[in-house]
């Protein structure tokens, strides 16, 4: 606590600094005064002065000493020191400030996004109140996703009888196709109940929301459009409010555009089981009508509420399980089924990233790690060949906590350095994601070196100058007078067992972070080469969106399709092609209850739930998914000819376990008839490449038309390239309907690749983090055995004169590297082993504990260790016996 | 130390009685300059070693006197302490020899 005291006096010297200097005046006047009283002689005052020595240097000390600088005035010497000292040596400072620059600028880089993503509120008012319910799945029913749709009447009575939210508001994802300006094209468009915007507390920058009277049945005609739209399509048109348009041949009018960058929801800030656009275009009014449920209607509504000032996310769900209970009491049937978590929508957006991104901070921690030890190392050697100045310096009286302090002091320095040249690393890092990396990383927009990155690096920079100044400080505390004199210039083999420690953590720690990417990016390969249950190759893929009002009735509809099929059928070229509600690895289609007559259950609780997509003809032969039993759907499939079905192999197997599937007979709830299982299909997976393809049936668009078939996916498998087959499809369908825009015009490789980004964008960076472990810790190994080399240059010597042979000398310093090395990777592996069954989420195909990926990293790890080993051996080798021997 | 030994005797004393005093005690061999007492003094204030106020002398002057606390005191103990060491370790290299 002494120091607090000193620092309080400097702090009132600093107010008082007028009346200091008079009192010192007088002081020394007094005493000069004084003095030459005491004295005899004409010149008394001369001589006084004389005795006193220069007064002013006197004042000038005397003021220095009060100012608060000096304390900091040695640690600046200390710098300055530093500073000199690494610009003599060049080399050792590059490595140094370098190595730290990759570890710092990779960790500030990588927080930058978790800051973004993890930490930083969303951009709307109290976003902490923003809540998505989500209804899940009855207990033991697995589904491969958590979230499922509200039905209309549930969310109407939830929205009035809740009493912890404040907003409560529906959304559905409704594409529109905008004619009559420009060209037709297909937007992305959202049905939300009016107080959508009042949850999310967002207000327009022009225009205003749709009120509650306008969200009725009949009368939703107005639209707001996204602030990218407004400017793209209308020019910006200031005068836009107002405005009719027609949109899937509907009128409506413009009554707001939001603020720039509002595209709520975006797709991959959502559950990748809603078929969300990518960004949201234009937003009209849901217009729910208040009836009782039809039969057969879907719940296809997601929910978003803005909580009560009061209440918190636990009340909410408190309130969600009493609505529950509620619900079950009035309606027995639906128990299990109304059951709905809150989740926050921070949380919700920052999604499947979070695991990703904490696993890409683990590796960069390694990184620094691993850094962090390197430089330790380094200065480690440089302290020691530095024994000689230190000892001369405790020799002249600096005590050992002056002399930890400048070795710190140069850490630090080193440190600052490094930070510095870090946070254009971490720049340049940022850049790069942003251009290259996923496009689905949430918020990447507002990623940048804003302060608070900035404080994280500077704090990131003096943890390491710390840590990393410790270690020789340590060393330094230890090398007491005494023994170093005693052990003279020889150097003290405890240190040289400090090296060593570091150097086998290094060691292991780049085994650990080599296992982590090995494993990665194997279970990556295995993914690519897994069986998807398609054939990606050459398949092109759009979407066509029928306006309701033009395509009202469902012949129509099926109409337009056969047509439509039949005309690309005959493009030059084209092998197969066919339409589906959805594309394989592009997200969840509908899900339904299934009726299996031979297979009765007394629970309607237990009847199974699958996948059923809708699709014509040929197109499971368009996607590559081969039919391994009976047969594809015929033209001859018809209205009115028998209702046939083809199931997925999880389907048979789960329902018709051991038996063959064909001629039995399954069925809807809401239809009445049975359809008839034709055929058996290939698994094909629709959520990702990573898991695997649940039950799925497949049935002929010409036999159940639903009213979601107005949005279909045509797959188009052909030899033609590109270009020609894309102007093709179109032409075929300007000339059914010229105002149909092809949309999302992709081949489905694309969506392929699309779905491993994440994955992609994991191995990639952590693959770079193993491949920097890797290097660091050789650079390590070098500056270690090249050490131990020298020191060892006398007894090197004596085994020459004794007759050992060079190749000995060679192989004793690489079994040297080779021992430390292997007790490295020993310690590595054990650690991998613990660390990697974290990692099982990541991992596809592969075991946490892969040997193959464990060995094989193992002996890269060696072979590296031993060539950053080869270079000290052979200098080893070289060596002149009798210079050697002389040698100080 | 000169000073804190010679504070601690004296009592409260003001700076030219503070230098005249070590030069006594020494008998004149050690001849600094009289001005470096002064930046010493300031040291001492700000470590807290001692306090300084201002009183008149016996010829009617005004002079800053100054104090020994209770953190000085401790200091001069282990200063002595260090001192006493260093010099007997002198004297014994300087006798075998």
């Not at chain 1, 939300?192 to 009725?216: I, K």
């Not at chain 1, 047969?631 to 038996?659: C, H, T, Y």
Request: hydrophobic share 45%; charged share 20%.
């Amino acid at each position: 606590m002494m120091w607090l005291g000193e620092i309080w006096r400097r702090l009132q010297f600093m107010t008082r600094r007028r009346e200091f200097e008079r009192d010192l005046q007088e002081e020394l006047r007094l005493h000069l005064d004084l003095r030459a009283e005491d004295s005899p002689g004409d010149d008394a005052h001369f001589a006084a002065k004389r005795r006193f020595g220069n007064s002013t240097q006197v004042k000038e000390t005397s003021r220095e000493m009060w100012n608060l600088g000096t304390t900091f005035g040695t640690l600046l010497q200390d710098a300055k020191h530093a500073v000199r000292s690494f610009s003599k040596s060049r080399g050792f400072s590059a490595i140094a400030v370098l190595t730290l620059a990759l570890g710092i600028g990779s960790s500030t880089a990588v927080f930058s996004l978790i800051d973004v993503i993890l930490l930083k509120p969303l951009p709307y008012p109290e976003p902490e109140k923003i809540v998505l319910p989500w209804r899940t799945p009855p207990a033991g029913m697995t589904l491969g996703f958590d979230e499922l749709p509200w039905d209309r009447v549930a969310f109407l009575e939830f929205a009035r009888t809740s009493k912890t939210f404040q907003h409560t508001a529906a959304f559905l994802t409704q594409s529109f196709n905008l004619t009559g300006v420009g060209a037709p094209v297909r937007l992305a468009g959202m049905q939300v109940s009016a107080a959508f915007f009042p949850a999310l507390g967002v207000s327009p920058v022009l225009g205003r929301f749709f009120t509650a009277e306008e969200d009725q049945p009949g009368r939703e005609h107005e639209v707001i459009l996204s602030h990218a739209v407004w400017l793209e399509r209308f020019g910006g048109d200031p005068k836009i409010l107002g405005r009719a348009l027609e949109l899937n041949g509907a009128p409506y009018v413009v009554t707001g555009v939001m603020p720039p960058g509002f595209a709520f929801p975006r797709a991959h800030e959502m559950p990748g089981s809603f078929s969300f656009p990518r960004e949201t275009q234009l937003w009209v009014p849901i217009a729910l009508s208040r009836g009782p449920l039809n039969r057969g209607e879907p719940s296809e509504l997601a929910v978003i509420g803005r909580l009560n000032p009061d209440a918190d996310l636990a009340q909410a769900q408190a309130d969600l399980d009493a609505f529950e209970k509620r619900w079950e009491q009035e309606r027995p049937g639906a128990k299990g089924w109304i059951h709905a978590r809150a989740r926050a929508l921070s949380r919700q957006v920052a999604g499947d990233t979070r695991r990703p991104l904490l696993l890409i901070l683990g590796a960069v921690a390694v990184v620094l790690l691993i850094a962090c030890c390197n430089v330790a190392n380094l200065l480690l050697a440089r302290s020691l060949k530095r024994k000689r100045e230190f000892v001369l310096r405790a020799a002249l009286g600096a005590g050992s906590s002056r002399l930890i302090r400048q070795l710190l002091t140069e850490s630090l320095v080193l440190a600052l350095a490094g930070g510095a040249v870090g946070v254009f690393v971490a720049q340049s890092a940022i850049y790069f994601v942003k251009m290259f990396g996923p496009p689905n990383i949430p918020r990447l927009h507002e990623v940048a070196l804003d302060p608070r990155v900035l404080v994280f690096a500077a704090a990131v920079t003096l943890v390491t100058g710390i840590l990393f100044g410790i270690v020789p400080s340590i060393g330094a505390r230890r090398a007491d007078l005494a023994d170093s004199l005693k052990e003279g210039a020889r150097g003290s083999s405890g240190r040289g067992a400090l090296r060593s420690a570091i150097l086998v953590t290094e060691v292991a720690l780049a085994l650990v972070l080599v296992i982590a990417a090995g494993l990665l990016i194997r279970s990556f390969f295995h993914l690519l080469s897994a069986d998807a249950g398609f054939n990606s190759a050459r398949v092109l893929t759009f979407e066509l969106t029928l306006p309701a009002t033009k395509y009202a009735r469902q012949e129509q509809i099926v109409a337009l399709y056969r047509t439509a099929l039949e005309r690309l059928r005959a493009a030059p070229g084209v092998q197969s092609t066919g339409i589906t509600e959805i594309l394989p690895v592009d997200g969840a289609g509908e899900s339904t209850v299934m009726r299996i007559p031979d297979r009765p259950v007394t629970n309607p609780r237990d009847r199974p739930i699958v996948s059923y997509t809708i699709v014509s003809p040929g197109y499971l032969s368009a996607i590559g998914t081969p039919i391994l039993r009976g047969r594809d759907f015929l033209e001859s499939d018809q209205a009115d000819s028998q209702p046939v079905a083809i199931v997925n192999i999880a389907m048979a197997k789960k329902i018709w376990p051991g038996q063959d599937p064909i001629g039995k007979a399954a069925g809807v709830p809401i239809r009445k008839y049975d359809m008839t299982i034709v055929g058996v299909a290939a698994d094909v997976k629709h959520l990702s490449l990573h898991e695997e393809a649940g039950p799925e049936i497949y049935v002929v668009y010409t036999q159940d038309p639903w009213p979601s078939m107005l949005t279909m996916q045509v797959a188009l498998r052909t030899t033609a390239d590109l270009n020609t087959a894309i102007a093709y499809a179109r032409d075929a369908v300007r000339s059914i309907d010229p105002d149909l825009p092809l949309a999302n015009v992709r081949m489905l490789a694309e969506l392929v690749s699309d779905s491993m980004t994440q994955p992609r964008f994991s191995m990639l960076l952590v693959a770079l983090f193993g491949a920097f472990a890797m290097v660091l810790a050789s650079v390590g190994m070098y500056g270690v055995i090249s050490y131990s080399v020298a020191q060892r240059t006398q007894e090197i010597g004596i085994r020459m004169a004794l007759g050992a042979g060079r190749p000995d000398v060679f192989r004793m310093i690489l079994g040297q590297g080779a021992r430390l090395a292997g007790v490295g990777i020993a310690i590595g592996i054990v650690v991998a082993l613990l660390v990697t069954r974290a990692m099982t989420a990541f991992l596809y195909g592969v075991r946490p504990a892969d040997p193959m990926t464990f060995g094989a990293v193992s002996v890269l790890l060696i072979g590296v260790a031993m060539a950053a080993c080869y270079v000290p051996a052979r200098r080893a080798m070289r060596l002149n016996p009798t210079i050697a021997l002389r040698y100080e | 130390m000169l000073i804190l030994k010679t504070l601690a005797r004296g009592g409260q004393q003001h700076g030219y009685e503070i230098a005249n005093s070590i030069q006594q005690i020494s008998r004149e061999i050690l001849e600094v300059e009289e001005g470096s007492l002064y930046p010493a003094l300031q040291r001492m204030l700000i470590k807290g070693w001692a306090t300084a106020e201002w009183g008149v002398t016996k010829g009617n002057r005004r002079a800053r006197y100054y104090r020994l606390t209770r953190a000085g005191r401790k200091r001069l103990e282990s200063e002595l302490d260090q001192f006493r060491r260093v010099s007997r370790a002198i004297f014994r290299v300087i006798e075998s020899s």
